[in-house]
């Protein structure tokens, strides 16, 4: 089979599922010129979702647009959720609710990073979530997640509020599909450029986004290989998180999920040692993006993934002529809960 005609079949797969478009769809695939000269590697490019619109952008817009219209079919008027302080995924979910006209309230999880700059927790994402008007209450990460949000959302009930949950990192299969739709942008992308791509690199963590794009390229025959970069300090977690939504999404989309597991490859060198923290080699590539591309990661997420791309780059995992995507998941507002890192 063509991948012309893989494309379409894929195309019809995700056109079945009811969706709400409001990200900046497709995002651009733009070459690192600089980065890569001074990298002398492979040639890099960049998979810009960090600019998917609203709220910021980020990778959870695409997973929204395929969860959002559960919410509305349910008639919810509130959506939940949870994260931490500084969390992407919380600041996409609260700007979605402004966007839809819904209110949203998140459980944040207060103690799960130390805090870095003074204002850390009133800059950033956080400050978004309150000018999207979002509300929150303080958890623990010892509560049990899961929990927290069932008995957040029966007090709302009781208060004549219909809530949706919208799961921690949008990680469940509707929101998977959103990067099914990915790897078919990258697929039309590099096919329209002939481009050759032998990997994508990105921030590893709920699971939803390594998942949607082995299955997509699986399914559209392209035999790049999809790198994690564990984001957690938990490389085996990440790897399970991503195993089972990869399970369901094999499923739902006719592929056998065993001979996909081997495609997993979570890459556990550049976590810093824990969530949220940054280490020299984030900053290295915070630093370098940003003099050399005017590119903007964070410490989090997006700085960890690029300083793996560096990382591997330089102890000959890459060859000089691969073509490597690294794929910007999205997360600056965070930076600026991190400026003691740098020399500014």
């Known amino acids: 089979m063509t991948l012309k005609k893989r494309i379409g079949e894929l195309e019809a797969i995700i056109d079945g599922v009811s969706r709400l478009r409001l990200g900046h769809l497709p995002t651009p695939l733009e070459p690192l010129s600089r980065f890569s000269e001074w990298l002398q590697g492979p040639s890099v490019y960049v998979k810009r979702d960090d600019a998917t619109g609203f709220g910021q952008g980020g990778n959870k817009i695409r997973a929204l647009e395929f969860i959002l ?6 008639g919810a008027d509130l959506l939940l959720t949870s994260g931490v302080i500084q969390s992407n995924s919380v600041r996409q979910v609260a700007a979605a609710a402004a966007k839809i006209g819904l209110a949203c309230h998140y459980a944040m999880i207060a103690d799960r990073v130390e805090m870095m700059d003074s204002d850390y927790g009133s800059t ?4 978004l979530n309150n000018l999207y008007g979002a509300t929150c209450e303080p958890v623990s990460i010892k509560d049990n997640n899961s929990r927290v949000l069932e008995k957040m959302a029966d007090r709302f009930r009781t208060k004549g509020k219909k809530p949706y ?9 509707l929101g998977s599909i959103g990067y099914l ?9 590099i096919a329209s450029r002939e481009i050759e791509i032998t990997h994508l690199v990105h921030a590893s963590g709920t699971g939803g986004t390594q998942a949607g794009l082995i299955v997509g390229f699986a399914y559209l025959g392209l035999p790049i290989k999809v790198i994690g970069i564990d984001i957690d300090a938990d490389a085996e977690g990440v790897r399970s998180r991503v195993t089972g939504i990869l399970r369901i999404l094999a499923e739902f989309i006719g592929l056998e999920s065993d001979p996909l597991l081997d495609r997993i490859i979570i890459e556990p060198g550049y976590s810093a040692g824990a969530y949220g923290r940054a280490d020299k080699a ?10 050399l591309e005017a590119l903007t990661v964070d410490p989090v997420y997006s700085g960890k993934a690029l300083a793996g791309v560096i990382g591997l780059s330089r102890s000959g995992y890459f060859n000089t002529h691969d073509g490597i995507i690294f794929l910007h998941t999205g997360g600056t507002p965070a930076i600026y809960a991190y400026r003691s890192l740098f020399d500014t």
């Open 69 to 74: 219209p559960e919410v509305i079919s349910s």
């Open 124 to 127: 950033g994402n956080i400050f």
């Open 165 to 173: 949950i919208v799961p921690y990192g949008c990680a469940n299969l």
């Open 181 to 189: 739709n990915a790897a078919l942008e990258i697929a039309q992308q």
């Open 282 to 291: 984030t900053v290295e590539a915070i630093t370098f993006s940003s003099k």
